[in-house]
């Protein structure tokens, strides 16, 4: 648990981030279109992206140990930085999410846009290759690490795409994106903490 629990409060910091993938799974679960092909499609690449960044990087840092400081380092760094601009965002406010308009049409448009959105947006190998894979290499076991992160995937996109109806009264409050830009800042914040120590 002490491998599990900071993997999957990183990995949920990290995919919380409401970015273009993230309103495509809520345009589609407001729309009740082909939600299960889409949370899966987005799911499992994260799943199969983590893995390689905790498997990889756990190889790397065996073959040249010196690489492992200067990731955690630079994870400190990005955590820092990725926190405090979530609290920028929740001191500015006026966030929200713009989920309405035409999703894509059928099964295969919808995970065609959905696999693009994913595996052609540079930030997502930051994400989960680079940043999880160097802070999992800071835990007893970078498995348990890396299992937490995959979990985390799985429920973000499950309760989006299936919960979207009930979360688009509640983000239409601009007091709801404070509440959720202070709480990934607050996460990213303790494991930058817990990276530095």
Request: charged residues 10%.
């Amino acid at each position: 648990m002490d491998s599990i629990f900071p993997g999957f409060a990183l990995g949920l910091s990290l995919i919380l981030a409401i970015g273009a993938q993230n309103a495509f799974v809520l345009r589609q679960g407001l729309r009740r279109s082909h939600v299960l092909g889409v949370v899966l499609t987005c799911a499992l690449s994260d799943a199969v992206l983590i893995a390689a960044g905790v498997a990889g990087f756990g190889w790397l840092v065996e073959a040249a140990p010196w690489i492992e400081p200067v990731f955690t380092w630079g994870g400190t760094a990005f955590l820092l930085a990725y926190g405090g601009l979530a609290f920028r965002a929740a001191i500015r406010g006026g966030g929200q999410l713009h989920a309405a308009g035409t999703g894509a049409g059928g099964l295969r448009a919808a995970l065609a846009t959905c696999l693009a959105l994913t595996w052609l947006n540079p930030h997502v190998y930051l994400d989960t290759v680079v940043l999880l894979g160097s802070v999992a290499s800071t835990y007893p076991s970078r498995l348990g690490f890396g299992a937490g992160a995959v979990t985390a995937s799985f429920v973000f996109f499950f309760s989006l795409g299936y919960g979207a109806r009930f979360l688009s009264p509640v983000f239409a409050r601009p007091a709801a994106w404070r509440v959720l830009d202070l709480g990934v800042g607050a996460v990213m914040w303790a494991l930058a903490v817990k990276l530095m120590l």
